[in-house]
């Protein structure tokens, strides 16, 4: 079956510019993770949905990072005013359910600021 | 809070070759451990996983990891290694207070040579 995808895959944004970044989970995963990746390092946890519940978002960075997934399948992660701080590789994964520790990823989105 | 060190930022072998690939963690609680491998512009991919019973578990590509409550690690092997084996793998920690929230290491790249 389809597996997690994102879009775009590659963003390129000027300094000052929103951006918004899409995730489509795998059908009936019910938990959903965002983690940012900096060149050279392991991804890093962002923020963690349980349906459209948002159980976690300890590591979001500053409060210009949002991330919604209204109808508990297709996520955003929205950047405001970006930062070139911000550029990374943007990860989304899912998994069945919240006990269930096994995490599928998508492919990422390559953010550049500019 | 959870933390992975994993030892060794590159390993070059030759085709054939035994490799190990270290991990480390340090945690308060009972873990969940993780190796998964980045192919070139693709995803992350689970490799093999730890959650409970045996402490030595394998994938079907002929890898190996044993976590080791004592040392507190969780080493990737492989008696014989492939050209195909290229690639940057990450050691990953979660537990079961956080709802699948992974803690990554920072990724050692694995190169295969001729």
């Known amino acids: 079956g389809a597996g997690v995808s994102q879009s775009p895959r590659y963003k390129v944004a000027k300094r000052g510019q929103d951006v918004a970044l899409r995730c489509d989970p795998i059908s009936g995963h019910v938990s959903l993770f965002w983690y940012q990746q900096a060149l050279g390092q392991g991804p890093e946890f962002l923020t963690y949905?349980?349906?459209?519940?948002?159980?976690?978002k300890s590591g979001l960075p500053s409060d210009r990072f949002f991330a919604e997934r209204p109808e508990g399948s297709v996520s955003t992660l929205k950047i405001q005013r970006t930062q070139q701080e911000d550029s990374a590789v943007y990860l989304c994964a899912s998994s069945f359910r919240s006990s269930e520790y096994e995490q599928y990823f998508g492919p990422g989105t390559r953010l550049t600021v500019t | 809070a959870q933390s992975v060190t994993q030892l060794d930022s590159q390993v070059p072998v030759f085709e054939e070759a035994p490799v190990e690939l270290r991990c480390n963690y340090s945690s308060s609680v009972s873990v969940y451990l993780f190796w998964y491998v980045q192919y070139p512009n693709q995803g992350l991919q689970l490799l093999l996983k730890y959650l409970s019973g045996s402490t030595l578990v394998e994938s079907i590509n002929g890898f190996e990891a044993e976590f080791n409550k004592s040392q507190t690690s969780f080493h990737l092997r492989k008696p014989s290694v492939h050209i195909s084996d290229t690639a940057e793998y990450f050691c990953a920690v979660s537990d079961n207070t956080n709802a699948g929230k992974s803690t990554f290491g920072d990724g050692t790249t694995l190169t295969v040579k001729p």
């Open positions: 949905f349980q349906n459209e519940a948002q159980l976690d």
